[in-house]
Each structure stands twice: as structure tokens, then as C-alpha cells.
């Protein structure tokens, strides 16, 4: 422990908390706890184990981080060897994005402690992770499907895990992770502490709290399921085909810089990206064919505001911590209403307002109901001159007297007329024999990236498509 650390008078201090924790808390600038963080530390502390229901940007990563920590700091040694450093607290996380971002947060709540903290995830160099974990570390961050090849390799050891952590758990099981998080289960002691964080409770996520948790301190900081407060909600009725067009005049006409959009596929999020740089915006895409360097890359430029629109799936958006971020916007609308409530978490966030918008057609109608059921309200429809679904549609879609948006004053032609127009919509290119023209291009601003053969994806980048329900039964600690 660093001798030369004083206790520190804030918020945190009545939790708890040891001097060199207080200290780290301080030199980020952090002076009071937030809610999920006042409840989950204490419980955390006395050794119980938690179903903790929390969204990301609420500060869930330090609820779980701080008070593992301390449990860990009478076992720190500032020894060299290995030996004094086994991994004694194992962190799952779904995506590459989120397991370093939580990896990051052990490493700056533990700088006043001789503890070692270590990440392995796909798509990183295995041996490098392999050399890191020979040298011993207390708190090993993972995502399952590279972990499980450490396990094969025998290059990681679990006799001596006293905590498991599970985070973004109902990503997890969106995933496919669930017969991975079985295997790596029976690896560990069975005696340890579990500490399930979730966004959101799906059935499923309770019958694996069930299998898992032993007697556990259940805290919700959320309404269940709830949508961000300071988000506000708006429908744009389109005809399907118009989408695109419809994007790229909001994003136009309203000089949006920083905006998060959302794709049900990774195709579907790199055309559109393509045609937004068509529409000459500058725009990219992440998602999970993509290598980890292009994520990152195409992140930090977006965080940099290099790049104006970020088209994202659901499953590469999970961990994406934007400060700031005023735009989230569903180009496809999800079929399941917790996604929905997980997309507009990326916006609203640290007391900031925050706009959700949704370009919805037809087709989309059941899954828009099933969104207003889930956060008890009717979002508001606006239309778009020029961009409205036939008359009949257009009442299916209102439900009620519609606002249009973008009307112009009398006399005077349409907002749309006295801005850049998007590009019409054109005619899919027919595919090559082995590759896709769209992508035929280098990446510059106005091109599409070079085209990638498909591969075979190692076991850490599969995706699990076996049914959750079919494999929660016998779960064993």
C-alpha cells in the first residue's frame, strides 16, 4: 500500500473506502458517489454477492471495481513473482470495447495498490496476452471466447478466483455467450463471491441470477427497463426506400455533428455508411467484422469529431462510453425493446440532454408498439415534407393528429429546397464474383473501404446462436 496516500474528505469516504482508493477516486475528479455506486459498494464489501440492475454511464464499473479492490488489498504484494500474483478476480464483458474500457478503470482505481490488472480479449496478439499473464496478475478482465483459448493453451489458472463478475450480462446472453460462461463457471472455486451488472432483466437474465448468485443483495437503480430522462423521443414516419435520403437530409439541413446511428446488420451498417460518405458526410462504421485496430480507430475519430456519423450495431455499440453524445438515431428499429432502451442510453447521459430519433416504416409498426409499452410512453411522430409513406401508411403510423416538421413559411419553398440535397437514391451495384463494388474502393472521404474475403472467425469471435432458454438448465456454481 502506498504509505505516502492521506485520507481523502469526500462523498466516498463514508462508504467506506481505504486511503489509496480515495486518493485514485480524487485524482480523477470524482468527488461524490453516484447511486448505484452508494448502494453496490457497502453490499460489495461485506462479501455478498449482487444482481446490481444498472445502465451503462451511471457509474457501474467503479460500484463493482472500488470495493473489489479493497477486498483484494490486505493480498497485495509488491514481490516480483508470479507466484504472489495470482488471478484472484475474474471480469467477463461481452465486447472488446467494454472489456478494455472496464480494464482501464481496475488500472486507475488501483494505482496506489500493488495490484496487477490484465485484459484478454479476440483479435489481439495471443502471445502477448500470454507473456502478460505470466507475470502474474490479481485482476484478469476477458471476454469468454478468448478466455476459453487461454484455457485450452493452459496459459491461465482460476484455483485461486475468490470473485466473478459479470458485466453487461444480458449482452452476454444476446450474444451467445452462455455455453462459455458455463464452461469457465466449472473452472472456478466453488466458493467465491458473484456480482451479476446488468442494463437490463430479460427472464433469462433472472434464471441465470438463480443458478448463479447465492442469496444476493438485489439493487435497481432504474425503473426496470427504463429509458433515459433527459432523452427526448421523436418518430419519423418514412417509406422504407426513403430512408436513407431522409437520413441524410437530418443530418444536413440540421448541421448534426456527433451523431450515433444505429443498423440491425453489419452489412446493412456498412452500405449505409457508404452512402452517407456518398451524400458526401463523413461517416464510418463499427461492428464486429471489423478488426479491433479499425474499431478503435474509427471510435477515437469519432470521439475526436473527425467523423460526423458513426454507424453502429448493437453488439459493437455495447461499452461505447461518448461523453456528450446529443444524437442517437435508429435507422432500423430494433425488434427487441430492451436494445431500444440500451441504444438511447448512449445519449442523455452525466445530467446532459439527449435526442432519440427513430426513422420508422410500416414493417416497423409491432416493434414501435412494443417500445412504448416497455418505457410507458407514446413517442411523438413528426413528419418530414417530402419524405411521407403513402396516405394510408401515414395514418397506420400517426396513430393520432401528426406534427409535421421542416414546413416552411407561406410563400415560400420548402426548408428542403434551400439546403445541399441529398443524393437520389440509386440502383444496388450487382456483386462481383468474389467481392462486393461498394467496397471496391481505399477508404477516403466520399470512398467506401477495401473490400475483405470472409474468413473463418477464431473462437473468440463466433457468435453463439444456440437458444439461452435451452441451456440455463443445471447450471451448477
Do not use: W
Not at 446532459?352 to 408498439?369: F, N, P, Q
Amino acid at each position: 500500500m502506498d504509505q505516502g496516500v492521506t485520507l481523502i474528505s469526500s462523498g466516498f469516504e463514508k462508504l467506506g473506502l481505504i486511503p489509496p482508493l480515495l486518493q485514485a477516486v480524487k485524482d480523477l475528479g470524482y468527488d461524490q458517489p453516484t447511486p448505484v455506486q452508494e448502494q453496490a459498494i457497502p453490499v460489495v464489501l461485506q462479501g455478498r454477492d449482487l444482481m446490481a440492475g444498472a445502465q451503462t454511464g451511471t457509474g457501474k464499473t467503479a460500484a463493482f471495481a472500488l470495493p473489489t479492490l479493497q477486498r483484494l488489498a490486505p493480498l497485495a504484494s509488491t514481490s516480483a513473482s508470479p507466484a504472489r500474483h495470482p488471478v484472484r478476480v475474474l471480469v467477463l464483458a461481452p465486447t472488446r470495447e467494454l472489456a478494455i474500457q472496464v480494464e482501464s478503470s481496475f488500472r486507475d482505481y488501483a494505482k496506489h495498490l500493488p495490484l496487477k490488472c490484465a485484459i484478454v480479449y479476440g483479435g489481439a496478439d495471443m502471445n502477448a496476452q500470454i507473456e502478460q499473464l505470466r507475470r502474474g496478475v490479481e485482476v484478469l478482465v476477458a471476454t469468454p471466447g478468448r478466455l476459453l483459448d487461454h484455457v485450452q493453451n493452459k496459459t491461465v489458472m482460476f484455483n485461486q478466483v475468490s470473485v466473478l463478475i459479470l458485466d453487461e450480462a444480458d449482452r452476454m446472453l444476446d450474444m451467445g455467450f452462455l455455453p462459455d460462461i458455463k464452461r469457465i463457471i466449472a473452472l472456478l472455486p466453488p466458493v467465491r463471491q458473484n456480482l451479476l451488472f446488468s442494463a437490463t432483466f430479460p427472464d433469462e437474465i433472472r434464471n441465470l441470477a438463480k443458478t448463479l448468485l447465492r442469496n444476493p443483495a438485489e439493487i435497481q437503480i432504474a425503473a426496470r427497463n427504463a429509458a433515459a430522462e433527459l432523452v427526448t423521443h421523436v418518430v419519423h414516419p418514412v417509406a422504407r426506400e426513403k430512408k436513407r435520403e431522409l437520413l441524410s437530409y437530418l443530418i444536413q439541413t440540421r448541421g448534426l455533428k456527433q451523431v450515433l446511428v444505429f443498423c440491425g446488420t453489419r452489412i446493412g451498417a456498412n452500405r449505409l455508411a457508404h452512402q452517407l460518405r456518398r451524400d458526401h458526410i463523413h461517416a464510418d462504421a463499427i461492428h464486429g467484422d471489423k478488426s479491433q485496430a479499425e474499431r478503435e480507430a474509427a471510435l477515437e475519430a469519432f470521439k475526436a469529431g473527425k467523423t460526423a456519423v458513426l454507424v453502429a450495431t448493437d453488439v459493437a455499440s455495447r461499452g461505447l462510453d461518448i461523453e456528450g453524445l446529443p444524437q442517437v438515431i435508429n435507422f432500423d428499429v430494433p425488434h427487441s425493446p430492451e436494445d431500444y432502451v440500451h441504444r438511447i442510453g448512449r445519449t442523455g447521459r452525466a445530467g446532459l440532454t439527449g435526442e432519440a430519433i427513430s426513422l420508422v416504416a410500416s414493417e416497423d409498426m409491432d416493434a414501435l408498439a412494443a417500445i412504448e409499452k416497455l418505457i410507458r410512453k407514446k413517442i411523438e411522430r413528426v413528419l418530414i415534407p417530402s419524405f411521407e409513406p403513402s396516405t394510408g401508411t401515414v395514418a397506420t403510423l400517426m396513430g393520432g393528429e401528426p406534427r409535421r416538421g421542416g414546413r416552411a413559411p407561406r410563400g415560400q419553398p420548402p426548408e428542403r429546397a434551400r439546403h445541399p440535397q441529398p443524393h437520389a437514391a440509386r440502383p444496388e451495384p450487382k456483386p462481383a464474383a468474389n467481392a462486393d463494388p461498394i467496397f471496391s474502393k481505399p477508404y477516403e472521404p466520399g470512398n467506401a473501404p477495401a473490400s475483405k474475403p470472409q474468413q473463418q472467425q477464431p473462437t473468440s469471435q463466433r457468435r453463439r446462436e444456440r437458444p439461452v432458454a435451452a441451456l440455463l438448465g443445471g447450471l451448477k456454481r
